[in-house]
């Protein structure tokens, strides 16, 4: 695991994934975690954005896609959810290239979470204060 910059966030906002017909599923896909070994629904998703903003006589091209992979399992208590990796591109350049200004490359950004543990007898790790309202 690394650290990222929240500040940079910004950069890969998410692209909207839509209607639950546009993931591919596929079923008893076997995955391991901290918190186990699951037979799960794989779900898978691809999203592209492509957009041409004319700015004079320049274009601004602005390119962007996620992927996303979630795998779901019956056993699991509350969201199902045993992992999820998201990766994401975005690329920016001009067409025609302007002397001064440069593509800003490929950026690439990969967001995972996964489950560690479940089971009963959890102990919160938020203290409230009665008094403190």
């Given at each position: 695991?690394?650290?990222?910059?929240?500040?940079?966030?910004?950069?890969?906002?998410?692209?909207?994934?839509?209607?639950?017909?546009?993931?591919?599923?596929?079923?008893?896909?076997?995955?391991?975690?901290?918190?186990?070994h699951f037979a799960c629904e794989k779900k898978t998703r691809s999203a592209q954005s492509d957009q041409e903003?004319?700015?004079?006589?320049?274009?601004?091209?602005?390119?962007?896609?996620?992927?996303?992979?979630?795998?779901?399992?019956?056993?699991?208590?509350?969201?199902?959810?045993a992992k999820c990796v998201i990766e994401r591109s975005r690329e920016t350049y001009t067409v025609p290239r302007?002397?001064?200004?440069?593509?800003?490359?490929?950026?690439?950004?990969?967001?995972?979470?996964?489950?560690?543990?479940?089971?009963?007898?959890?102990?919160?790790?938020?203290?409230?204060?009665?008094?403190?309202?």
């Amino acid at each position: 695991m690394t650290e990222e910059d929240p500040s940079e966030r910004e950069e890969f906002s998410t692209i909207v994934p839509t209607a639950d017909s546009s993931w591919v599923t596929a079923p008893g896909v076997p995955v391991s975690t901290e918190g186990g070994h699951f037979a799960c629904e794989k779900k898978t998703r691809s999203a592209q954005s492509d957009q041409e903003i004319p700015t004079g006589r320049v274009k601004l091209i602005k390119k962007a896609r996620d992927d996303y992979t979630v795998w779901f399992c019956s056993e699991l208590p509350v969201f199902r959810m045993a992992k999820c990796v998201i990766e994401r591109s975005r690329e920016t350049y001009t067409v025609p290239r302007l002397t001064g200004i440069p593509a800003s490359g490929v950026k690439e950004s990969r967001t995972a979470a996964e489950l560690v543990a479940y089971g009963f007898d959890a102990k919160p790790i938020l203290i409230v204060d009665s008094n403190n309202k």
